[in-house]
């Protein structure tokens, strides 16, 4: 692929992001018709779990057992939930699930609009990540608002809106566990004890919040009940039970190598070291690129090292791929990358691949996990080797503009 054909691919992207109504037509479009195709084969299940948290809650039957009456699987999210839910939990059930997964798609898009970049810039991640979207709509999980908690997070403290991004790690954490990884912007904060504070009173709050419901003894005893679900819940992640549950990396390395007795701390401590190197680079916090290379790294570090991750987890993970991309040069490689990232992340559950690749590669060996892998590591060693700084953005490539990011 010579020059021409590299800017002409780049061009493309450029021209769709510039479509407004093309942007707001496909992002919403497909999450309706990702939620309303599951809607109408019944396949409403998660939502049904969800509702009936609610319902539990302010009844005081224990959140975190089997209710076959009522639906199957179990609850693995915390008491403040039953707050989130509650909007949704009186409505008529499939409207309760349309507008569950619409409020999610929305919260997302409201999220990458608060990014430091260009609106061009956000309008090729939006329309990078919609196929996406559409699928995790349908699963009427709670991934979409994790993934627009951890960017608004990232966005608030950068802006210096710390009580409000507080506010986000408290009810990201007490919801589903992953939101703690906002703590990873603590070193962003240009007031460091108001978002101390802020975590102090917001947690306060909100572990108090469901009891107003309920009681304090009874939402205590969830916590506890919660943290065992959630231990029981890992341990049968990592026994690999079904091909659909820890789609990881240390998922993607027991599977390909033939591993399953693999104890995830043998790939989660080594995780943790190469995230924490790169806090070697904080001289350069004020650098926007490197403040959107962590949020990178952060987005994908949970759905990559979690024995919990399923394939519509990564709507967390995929904005990670499209921020890194739009942050770099039109560059062969880096539009080869990009093709295959989403291929493999995007559309390796679908139907756009064979049913063979599906039944027999992508889904089995967890290969939805490898590009967010290999650019978790790729973006690492660029922080390690200050790369970030010798990628300026090129006048003429309008997609790789950083002003917005750079006036912060």
Request: charged fraction near 10%.
């Amino acid at each position: 692929m010579n020059h021409t054909a590299v800017q002409s691919k780049k061009n493309l992207l450029t021209y769709l992001g510039e479509k407004e109504w093309l942007i707001m037509f496909l992002w919403f479009g497909l999450a309706f018709i990702g939620a309303i195709t599951e809607i109408s084969r019944g396949n409403i299940n998660n939502f049904l779990v969800f509702k009936n948290v609610f319902f539990h809650l302010i009844h005081q039957q224990p959140l975190y057992i089997e209710y076959p009456q009522e639906y199957y699987d179990v609850n693995l999210y915390g008491p403040v939930f039953s707050i989130v839910i509650a909007p949704f939990a009186g409505l008529e059930t499939k409207v309760g699930a349309l507008l569950w997964a619409m409020t999610g798609a929305a919260v997302l898009y409201y999220a990458i609009r608060q990014l430091p970049l260009a609106r061009l810039q956000q309008n090729i991640i939006l329309l990078l990540c919609t196929q996406e979207l559409m699928g995790a709509s349908g699963w009427f999980q709670m991934n979409q608002f994790i993934g627009a908690f951890i960017i608004l997070t990232f966005a608030c403290i950068v802006k210096g809106k710390d009580m409000t991004a507080a506010f986000l790690i408290v009810l990201g954490t007490l919801t589903k566990i992953y939101g703690i990884v906002g703590l990873a912007f603590f070193f962003f904060s240009s007031n460091p004890k108001r978002l101390i504070g802020g975590l102090l009173l917001w947690g306060a709050v909100l572990f108090a919040l469901p009891m107003l419901i309920s009681s304090p003894q009874y939402v205590i005893n969830s916590y506890f009940e919660w943290y065992a679900a959630l231990a029981h819940k890992n341990e049968l992640n990592e026994a690999v039970t079904t091909i659909f549950q820890n789609i990881s990396a240390g998922g993607f390395i027991q599977r390909v190598f033939h591993l399953q007795g693999l104890n995830d701390f043998y790939i989660l401590i080594p995780a943790v070291l190469i995230f924490l190197s790169q806090y070697i680079r904080l001289p350069y916090r004020y650098n926007s690129r490197y403040r959107l290379y962590m949020l990178c790294s952060v987005l994908m570090f949970p759905v990559l090292f979690s024995s919990s991750s399923e394939s519509p987890t990564y709507i967390i993970a995929i904005p990670a791929i499209c921020i890194w991309y739009v942050l770099q040069p039109a560059t062969r490689l880096n539009n080869i990358f990009l093709f295959f990232a989403i291929l493999l992340v995007s559309f390796s559950h679908s139907d756009v691949v064979t049913p063979w690749v599906r039944k027999n590669l992508a889904v089995p060996y967890a290969l939805k996990a490898l590009p967010c892998l290999v650019l978790w590591l790729m973006i690492a060693v660029e922080i390690y080797t200050k790369q970030f700084l010798k990628k300026p953005a090129k006048p003429e490539e309008a997609t790789t503009s950083l002003e917005p990011a750079g006036q912060l």
